[in-house]
Nanobody, 124 residues
Framework: QVQLVESGGGLVQAGGSLRLACAAS????????MGWFRQAPGKERDFVAA????????YYTDSVKGRFTISRDNAKNTVYLQMNSLKPDYTDVYYC?????????????????WGQGTQATVSS
């Protein structure tokens, strides 16, 4: 069983930055592929970014390429999402998620574990 706890959300003005973090419990974090998803009220949860278990391969949805960076520190059991040049369109609840299932060619995967989410709000 893996527990994921996100932090780092908040309110930022357009053009600003946020760094989300997701801390995982347990000793097997380095065996999980990790990723971030976002969800607006009443909408489906959408893929944002993924990183393989070693941290050597990353994937991004097209809308965040060049703005967001996913990284991980396996020694700290933590995955990060650095979000730069934010726009109001990026206002959402952001969830981290982990899986041991292989990542697809575009980083898609079916998570086994989810965090509780952290709200990121970008004001215009």
């Amino acid at each position: 069983q893996v527990q994921l706890v996100e932090s780092g959300g908040g309110l930022v003005q357009a053009g600003g930055s946020l760094r989300l973090a997701c801390a995982a419990s347990g000793r097997t974090f380095s065996t999980y592929h990790m990723g971030w998803f976002r969800q607006a009220p009443g909408k489906e949860r959408d893929f944002v970014a993924a990183i393989n278990c070693s941290g050597g391969i990353t994937y991004y949805t097209d809308s965040v390429k060049g703005r967001f960076t996913i990284s991980r520190d396996n020694a700290k059991n933590t995955v990060y999402l650095q979000m730069n040049s934010l726009k109001p369109d990026y206002t959402d609840v952001y969830y981290c998620a982990g899986s041991r299932a292989p990542l697809g060619p575009k980083g898609e995967y079916e998570p086994n574990y989810w965090g509780q989410g952290t709200q990121a709000t970008v004001s215009s």
